[in-house]
Structure formats: structure tokens, C-alpha cells
């Protein structure tokens, strides 16, 4: 199987993330919660990815970076945990429900009011709209780094030093782009950072995180267990205590702790210029092909490596289900849990099939890729 959907998680990690997981397993018990080799072992195993993780972030104080389960859980801690009733937020037509879904509960709730920046029909965000959304009880602007559905990114040094400018949290959703792109919190004035781990971080699933700069507070979402203060009444309020209530996904951490050191290894601009590669490849070998229409801003290629497309009025899942069952290549196809941005491209019934490299992608499963969708494409319009 040839697997191009690394969008939604990768598949291929780097060998050292396989063997650190079944090390933890065997050798990392509980953080904080004994002074066992075991016990020292999983907190040290839980340091170390901080650590890591604020190095690949551009993060002063490792303490700032708090572990959760995935990057839904992130927003939510951070879209659920700010807000004020009477708040108004910014936020774009670019989202995935993971920012969607929770804004709408506040809104319905009556807590916030949402004001959305619209995009042009390649999808690029139409920026001048964003100063122009500020009003006297804006709190935040909320937004993707780069889009899932079209791999286009998003200029967030220039929304940072809005919000810099106007006082406004900065809340960056890096799903898409932490392990690919350069992401530095204090460059680009973002206030609160939510990644995954089980995507191009090359962790397993299961593991994810938020930073918070200091002097932002968070209201956690759960309270309980932290191995620390037993017997106050209340949960610590420190970071990273705060946010993390419950045992942690130490044998998850300690996964993840390998694919960020896999990247810092190779080096961001290296990982992020192969795959670029191979993303450009596969657009060069479909774009002249009759019947193929291809989503997103390609001439740009300072983008995440996604390719959407469609082949003419053909249902999108058929599509796939043909790359998969006739070529054995895994595709995503559905509504990629961004609902908005498929309205805008006009996509909502047909969908779109996407396409996602990886670095462990190869040139020659490129090659088989393009074939594929020439001779699906002259079937289909024939």
C-alpha cells in the first residue's frame, strides 16, 4: 500500500519512535508519583519531551508546555478556558471543527460572539478583513497555521502583530504544521500554540499539547490527580500542573519525545524541503490532466504538502475508494472536518480527495500516484 494520507496521521514514523514506546512500556511507570527508578524514570521521560518541544517552538520556559490527548483537546482547553461572557472573537472560514465546534457551543451558550474572515477562491484569507473585524470587545483571533483541506498557510506573523498591536490573545492551531514549518511563539506574538503528536511530530495517537504564555490564564477543563498538593481541596494552579489532571500517556510522551528529536536531528528546512518536493511533483505530473480540478494556491509553494482535488462531477469517495481498492493507495476523502472552507470552494456535496506526503514518501510512490489519477481521469471522462 502506498499511503498518502499523512494529513491525518502519519503512518510511517522514524524507527526510534517505535523502540521508545516499547521501552516506556517496559521501563516508565507513573511521573510524580514515587521515587522508584520507574516512577524517575516516566518524569524524566516527560521533562525531556518539554524540553524538546519548547526548543522546536521557540519556547523561553519548557514549564509553559502542558500535555493533553490530542489537538482537539488542546482547543478546547484553550477556546473553553479563556473566555469571558461578552467576548467577541475572530476567527476564520478556514477552521476545522476542533475550532468550529467549541466556539459554536460558547456562542449558543451566550458567552461569545464570532466573527468570521472569509477567503477568496483559492482559499487565501482575505487579510484586510481582519483589522477590519476588531472591535472594542474583542478578546482573541483564533486560527489554523495551515489548512487540511488545501495546505495553504496562513500568514501568522502578520495576524501576531495585530494582535500584538491590539491587545488581543493570538491562538494558533498547529496541526498541519508543527514538524514541517518554523514555529517561533515569541516571533510571531502567539499567545497559546495547540499541537498533536500523531501527526507530523511523528508521535503515536494519543498525544498532543498546548503552551500558554506566561501571564495567560487557562480555567482547566478537569481537575483531579497530580501526583502533588494532596491534600488541598483545589487542583495546582501552576503550569504545567493545571492543565494536566490524571496520569499522563508517559509510554504516548515518550513516542513523541523521538519524533520531535527525529526532526530537530534532521532539521526542519530539510524535512520541509523533500516534502514540498513531492508535493510539487505530484501537482506538476496532474495539473494539465483533463478533468482534474486541483484546490488551493499553487503559486505559493511555501505550503504544507497537500494536493485536493477532483475529477470532473465524480463523487469524491468513489474516487478514493478506486485509488485504494485498483492502485492500493490510501487517500482522505469526506469533508476533512472543515465545513466553511468546503462551502467556499463549493465542494460541500462532491467533497474532494486529498492527497498527503510525508517525508517517508518516496518519489517513485509519487510517480505511481500521478499514473494512477492520468488513467482513473481518462476512464472517468471517457
Known amino acids: 500500500m502506498i499511503y498518502f494520507d499523512n494529513a491525518a496521521t502519519t503512518l510511517t514514523k522514524p524507527e526510534s519512535v517505535y523502540r521508545a514506546i516499547m521501552e516506556a512500556l517496559q521501563l516508565a511507570g507513573n511521573a510524580t508519583r514515587g521515587t522508584s527508578d520507574y ?21 523561553k520556559d519548557e514549564s509553559r508546555v502542558a500535555f493533553t490527548y490530542n489537538g482537539t483537546e488542546s482547543l478546547n482547553l484553550a477556546i473553553q478556558g479563556v473566555f469571558q461572557k461578552g467576548d467577541h472573537v475572530i476567527t476564520t472560514v478556514l477552521e476545522h471543527n476542533s475550532i468550529l465546534r467549541p466556539l459554536y457551543l460558547l456562542q449558543k451558550q451566550g458567552i461569545i460572539e464570532i466573527s468570521f474572515i472569509s477567503c477568496n477562491a483559492l482559499g487565501v484569507l482575505n487579510y484586510e478583513e481582519v483589522e477590519q473585524k476588531i472591535k472594542s470587545n474583542t478578546a482573541a483571533i483564533i486560527c489554523t497555521h495551515a489548512s487540511n483541506l488545501t495546505g495553504n498557510v496562513v500568514d501568522i506573523g502578520r495576524i501576531g502583530q495585530l494582535c500584538k498591536a491590539y491587545n488581543l490573545l493570538f491562538i494558533l492551531d498547529v496541526a498541519q504544521s508543527a514538524g514541517i514549518l ?42 483531579g490527580g497530580s501526583g502533588i498538593n494532596t491534600y488541598d481541596k483545589e487542583h495546582p494552579g501552576r503550569m504545567p500542573d493545571c492543565l494536566e489532571a490524571g496520569t499522563l500517556n508517559t509510554h504516548g510522551i515518550s513516542g ?8 530537530l536531528n534532521q532539521g526542519i528546512e530539510q524535512i520541509r524541503l523533500k516534502e514540498q518536493a513531492l508535493m510539487r511533483q505530484f501537482y506538476e505530473g496532474i495539473k494539465g490532466i483533463k478533468g482534474v480540478t486541483i484546490y488551493g494556491d499553487f503559486f505559493n509553494f511555501n505550503r504544507v504538502p497537500i494536493v485536493t482535488l477532483n475529477i470532473n462531477d465524480i463523487d469524491a469517495a468513489r474516487v478514493s475508494d478506486i485509488l485504494m481498492e485498483e492502485y492500493g493507495i490510501a487517500t482522505r476523502t469526506g469533508g476533512h472536518c472543515a465545513p466553511l472552507l468546503h462551502q467556499t470552494l463549493g465542494t460541500m456535496e462532491q467533497s474532494t480527495v486529498r492527497f498527503s506526503f510525508s517525508y517517508f514518501n518516496t518519489q517513485e510512490e509519487v510517480n505511481i500516484g500521478i499514473q494512477a489519477i492520468r488513467a482513473l481521469a481518462e476512464e472517468i471522462v471517457e
Request: glycine share 12%; aromatic share 8%.
Open 39 to 59: 516512577a524517575l524514570n516516566a518524569s524524566r521521560i516527560i521533562y525531556e519531551t518539554r524540553v524538546k518541544l519548547a526548543e522546536l517552538f521557540g519556547i
Open 182 to 223: 518554523p514555529i517561533d511563539v515569541e516571533e510571531a506574538c502567539i499567545d497559546i500554540l495547540c499541537f498533536t503528536g500523531h501527526k507530523s511530530l511523528y508521535g503515536p495517537q494519543g498525544t498532543g499539547g498546548i503552551y500558554v504564555r506566561e501571564g495567560v490564564k487557562i480555567r482547566p477543563l478537569k481537575v
Open 256 to 263: 513523541l519525545k523521538a519524533g520531535i528529536t527525529f526532526i
